[in-house]
């Protein structure tokens, strides 16, 4: 037990010789290994908490959307030669200007851009003169009227008047269905 004191006080006189530590052992590891596990650990813990608390605080904050109005003008009625398809409100609106026939009488109506059979973004194809629906093929006749492919039904309309400054205004929160006879509502469409 002497040799082994002996021993012991000449390592730790030659290792503050070296300013070496004492050798950490067994137990000197396990605990290295251990307390690191430990703090990643508690890092992950800390990480998770800070994104549940971001969800919630951007949970109570309001859905505010850049949604366009229900309600906007698309120029006057002489702005739109027979036959023509307005087609930069497609992005912003949703929405085809047509000045065409339906049932022998000439209108100018708005036409919702969504394909009745899955609700993709039909696209105007100005060299057939038919709206055609690029994911399952369907078309539609300039009226809106389904010609080919899956889609159930016509296109559906908006609501379109003449405002007070005489501009066309087409109202989205107001559509109208061909196949309910919704169509002949003079609501739908714009004498010419």
């Not at 800070?50 to 366009?68: D, I, K, Y």
């Not at 109208?176 to 469409?189: F, N």
Request: net charge negative; aromatic share 10%.
């Amino acid at each position: 037990m002497g040799a082994s004191l002996e021993m012991n006080t000449q390592r730790e006189q030659i290792a503050d010789e070296r300013n070496v530590g004492p050798d950490p052992g067994r137990r000197g590891m396990v605990g290295a290994i251990l307390g690191s596990g430990m703090g990643l650990g508690f890092l992950a813990l800390g990480a998770v908490t800070g994104l549940w608390t971001a969800a919630a605080a951007r949970f109570m904050m309001p859905n505010v959307t850049g949604e366009p109005l229900e309600k906007f003008k698309v120029g006057f009625p002489g702005d739109y030669a027979k036959g023509y398809v307005e087609t930069k409100y497609k992005q912003r609106h949703g929405v085809w200007v047509v000045h065409g026939e339906y049932h022998g009488r000439r209108q100018i109506y708005a036409l919702r851009t969504i394909c009745t059979h899955l609700g993709c973004i039909t696209i105007w194809q100005e060299n057939e003169q038919k709206f055609k629906c690029p994911c399952h093929g369907s078309g539609f006749y300039k009226d809106g009227i389904n010609l080919e492919g899956p889609a159930p039904r016509p296109m559906e309309r908006y609501a379109i008047e003449i405002a007070d400054d005489g501009q066309l205004e087409v109202d989205r929160s107001k559509v109208y269905q061909e196949e309910l006879g919704q169509w002949d509502d003079p609501a739908c469409y714009v004498l010419t």
